[in-house]
């Protein structure tokens, strides 16, 4: 008897084990991976549960050969995941790029550990932001969402598939370690609840189609795969039949295309929440398992009287510019708490500009941040 590709119900989970249930409830029928620490019970639900849904996984020899087997999979018909850590995300970068220009679908969960290179294996980071949005060479436009409970690594796995298909792109999870390790309540809705993207078939015939021709929001149709259709996928620089052109000529469309159609649909891919905004004088801009701390010291900031908001990326790339900008315009400064040594506080800065000050809160990993060295930073914007 088979499995049930949507466990209904409550259930008492780690974020690894609601991301895989999340790709499940999905759609995702298959699963390229390599294990890592600590993103491994990612790998481990997907092997047990896969076979029982009809879908198929695959333990490749490297996260290179891992992060290729998801292209071939969505070329073939499937939604198709992986998950991995620092450096097995770095070694997926070369077919990360493959995966843009080919506008293939599909969703990659990175659960940060401290780096650089093995650095700490079983202990929290969040230092791949930045190289999520500029870990492959090239000009390219990345989403990339960071979940901060277990019920959002289900929830948010769900939202990267959706935005995969709808802008034909990998999606990254940008989970960490503390949120992939940390038990809490997950709760599945029914599958006739849960809110699915279908794939964008084209309605062309197979001898009018062209597989890079976009539709009115720069995004090209595909195809149902065995039906008759060839197409040509490549790497190189291509036209809208898919066949190689090197030169300037193909190049311009091409590369701005593939970043247009995030860029001009990015109102439609924010997502971020807000918390005692409407009168703030400091905000306290997080993401991850760092907004959890980060909330607590808005909560005791407001206990005492202070005037501080809390604004918490959820997606991360494209970053939120419309909202930093409006806030810049009406405070006193930026804190930005982060386990790094500063990422995402310097797209902030680049925001908000000069005019007011954006104060990293760094952290170098393998913990999460004292409560109070935020609270000390925010006493300092206030004076």
Not at 213 to 226: T, Y
Request: glycine letters at 10%; charged letters at 25%.
């Amino acid at each position: 008897m088979s499995e049930q590709a949507v466990l209904t119900g409550e259930h008492f989970m780690t974020g690894d084990e609601a991301a895989a249930e999340g790709g499940l409830a999905a759609g995702c029928r298959f699963f390229g991976g390599y294990p890592i620490t600590p993103a491994t019970e990612v790998t481990e639900v997907m092997a047990k549960r896969l076979p029982g849904v009809g879908g198929v996984f695959i333990q490749m020899e490297d996260e290179m050969a891992s992060m290729n087997t998801l292209l071939g999979a969505a070329w073939g018909g499937m939604k198709s995941m992986t998950s991995t850590s620092g450096p097995g995300f770095s070694l997926m970068m070369e077919n990360l790029g493959l995966g843009i220009i080919t506008e293939t679908p599909c969703v990659l969960v990175n659960v940060q550990r401290g780096g650089p290179s093995t650095g700490l294996p079983t202990l929290v980071g969040q230092q791949d932001m930045m190289q999520a949005k500029w870990g492959s060479h090239g000009d390219y436009e990345i989403i990339a969402l960071a979940p901060s409970s277990p019920q959002e690594a289900f929830d948010f796995t769900i939202h990267a598939f959706n935005f995969s298909e709808q802008y034909r792109l990998p999606v990254l999870l940008m989970m960490d370690e503390s949120v992939g390790h940390m038990f809490e309540k997950v709760v599945i809705p029914k599958a006739e609840d849960i809110k699915l993207v279908p794939r964008r078939i084209t309605k062309d015939k197979p001898a009018d189609y062209l597989p890079f021709k976009p539709d009115d929001d720069l995004v090209p149709p595909m195809i149902e795969f065995g039906e008759g259709y060839r197409v040509h996928i490549t790497g190189l620089t291509h036209d809208e039949k898919g066949y190689p052109v090197i030169n300037a000529e193909a190049q311009q469309p091409l590369v701005r295309r593939l970043c247009e159609k995030i860029t001009k649909n990015a109102d439609k891919i924010y997502m971020y929440d807000e918390r005692e905004l409407d009168d703030a004088e400091v905000v306290v801009i997080s993401y991850g398992i760092t907004a959890r701390i980060a909330q607590q010291v808005v909560n005791e900031c407001r206990a005492e009287g202070k005037k501080v908001g809390h604004l918490r990326l959820i997606t991360c790339w494209p970053f939120p510019e419309p909202i930093v900008r409006k806030l810049a315009d009406r405070i006193k400064g930026f804190v930005v708490p982060e386990i790094n040594l500063g990422q995402m506080s310097l797209e902030v800065e680049r925001v908000a500009g000069r005019g007011i000050p954006t104060i990293c809160v760094p952290n170098a990993g393998g913990e999460v941040h004292n409560p109070e060295d935020i609270h000390a930073v925010i006493r300092e914007v206030l004076k």
